[in-house]
Nanobody, 124 residues
């Protein structure tokens, strides 16, 4: 069982930065792949970024490549999403998720555990 709690969302102007954090409970955290997803009003939840169990492999959707960075600290049971050069279209609720698969995956059904989400709003 893994419990996830996100933090770090907020309101930022276009071009600004935010760092999302996800605190995980559970002794098996280091064996899980972790992902970030987002959901804008009226839209389906979409994959943003994923990282494998060791942190050695990452995967991003094209629209955030070069702007977002996913990382993890297994000693602290933490996952992060550094978001730079934010755009209004990045506005959404961002969710942290854990997959029992060890490899990074973009497929939502692979993720068994989810946080409650944190709101990110980017103003133009």
């Amino acid at each position: 069982q893994v419990q996830l709690v996100e933090s770090g969302g907020g309101l930022v102007q276009a071009g600004g930065s935010l760092r999302l954090s996800c605190a995980a409970s559970g002794r098996t955290f280091s064996s899980y792949a972790m992902g970030w997803f987002r959901q804008a009003p009226g839209k389906e939840r979409e994959f943003v970024a994923a990282i494998n169990w060791s942190g050695g492999f990452t995967y991003y959707i094209d629209s955030v490549k070069g702007r977002f960075t996913i990382s993890r600290d297994n000693a602290k049971n933490m996952v992060y999403l550094q978001m730079n050069s934010l755009k209004p279209e990045d506005t959404a609720v961002y969710y942290c998720a854990a997959a029992e698969l060890g490899y990074a995956t973009k497929w939502l059904p692979d993720y068994k555990y989810w946080g409650q989400g944190t709101q990110v709003t980017v103003s133009s």
